[in-house]
């Protein structure tokens, strides 16, 4: 047993900072090739996270993976469509009937990040957890020296590339001297309820002050979520055990779904910004998932993403290691023209809500946002 304040050294080839769905996934695909991954997380186990709701594209990512089979055992719920009530006060289906991937899912997100964790070991990576991201400092023309503060003392990684797969703010990228670039400052309220709504899609309703999201998850739970900015909700007055009454007079949809149902606890208040990283890669690292671009929850294609660009980065540190000086700068670009799609589909979501279009939140997302282009990928640390 190492002793308080002591020293945990590890080589790698890859070193990730942060062991999310897309580190865990990025992890997975390196070792298959045959590097040595060491992934560090400031948690010993998965964050708290709200996401419940995959869309296809997540189920064919998991089978290239080879992840079909552990996801299965996760007992998820296929989820064929949902309901929305976005630019109309009647709900419109939307369904996943003809996708060519299939249904979606609603799943158990701590069962599934658990299960991605477990993955990544089980395929040869180290993990350390919890192990608080410190510092960051090149070694030499190719490494780099990772440092991190374990539950036993301090953790170093040598390492000839370095992912951030940190989540939103990025902070290895950042050290290293990316610009991390937050859009906006959506936050949502969560609450879990004891509510029985397996076969019930999920539901989305606007109104006046953000939108109202849900989703019944597999373990018997539902989850409730209201998406607002930061201004708005540091001036709601939720009780504990008790509903924003004002917010659910506008939303009588969601009001019937949740009839019957009292919150045990005050709601979790969860960041769900819009962020990009201006690179996400440079010379010798790269960023993944919500650290390269975090996504609106409007979306529903974080944990997509996050799976989408472990498979690109995959691909650019096995080239960038056998010496492709371009793959890094072939990764940011794609990374790049990837946020300004979204980040167009993002405010053609939001102007489809028109019905209050001079409400403080809609008129800021009905702004154009745009994605800076990068000038130089080789960086050094901060």
């Known amino acids: 047993m190492k002793s308080p304040g002591a020293m945990r050294r590890l080589d790698a080839d890859v070193a ?31 964050a708290f996270r709200v996401g419940e709701t995959f869309p296809p594209n997540v189920g064919t990512r998991l089978r290239r ?65 919890p192990a608080r991201f410190a ?26 590339f370095v992912v951030d797969g940190s989540g939103r ?33 999920t ?17 018997g739970k539902t989850v409730v979520v209201f998406l607002t900015d930061a201004k708005e909700a540091r001036g709601l007055r939720v009780a504990s055990g008790g509903w924003p009454r004002q917010l659910l007079s506008d939303a009588p949809l969601m009001a019937q779904r949740v ?7 005050l709601p979790r208040v969860v960041a769900a ?12 690292w790269l960023a993944v998932g919500d ?18 660009s472990a498979e690109l980065a995959a691909e650019a540190i096995v080239c960038a290691l056998r010496g492709e000086g371009s793959a890094t700068r072939v990764y940011a670009d794609l990374i790049r023209r990837d946020a300004t799609a979204y980040l167009n589909e993002r405010r053609s979501v939001y102007l489809a809500e028109d019905r209050w279009s001079d409400a403080p939140f809609w008129q800021r997302r009905r702004e154009p946002l745009f994605v800076r282009p990068f000038a130089d990928l080789t960086t050094t640390p901060r």
């Open 16 to 46: 990730i900072v942060g062991a999310g769905p897309a580190g865990c996934a990025l992890a997975v695909a390196l070792e298959r090739r045959g590097l040595r991954v060491a992934l560090l997380d400031r948690r010993a186990s998965p």
């Open 65 to 129: 993976l080879g992840l079909w089979s552990s996801f299965v055992r996760l007992d998820p719920t296929p989820l064929y469509g949902e309901l929305t009530a976005w630019g109309q006060s009647d709900p419109a289906s939307h369904s996943y009937f003809g996708h060519p991937d299939g249904c979606g899912w609603v799943v158990d997100r701590a069962r599934f990040d658990t299960m991605m964790r477990r993955a990544a070991i089980e395929a040869g990576a180290v993990m350390v957890a």
């Open 135 to 160: 510092g960051i400092d090149r070694t030499g023309v190719r490494g780099w020296r990772l440092h991190a503060a374990g539950g036993e003392g301090e953790v170093v990684v040598d390492a000839r």
């Open 169 to 201: 703010g990025a902070a290895c990228a950042v050290k290293i001297g990316a610009r991390s670039r937050r859009l906006d400052e959506l936050v949502g309220l969560v609450w879990r309820l004891e509510r029985e709504g397996a076969g019930e899609p």
């Open 203 to 219: 539901l989305v309703e606007a109104t006046p002050s953000g939108w109202w999201y849900s989703a019944a998850a597999p373990s």
């Open 259 to 265: 009839w019957g149902s009292s919150p045990e606890e």
């Open 273 to 284: 910004f819009t962020q990009t990283l201006e690179p996400a890669a440079g010379d010798g």
């Open 291 to 308: 650290a390269a671009i975090s996504r609106d929850p409007i979306s529903g294609s974080g944990v997509d993403f996050a799976l989408a």
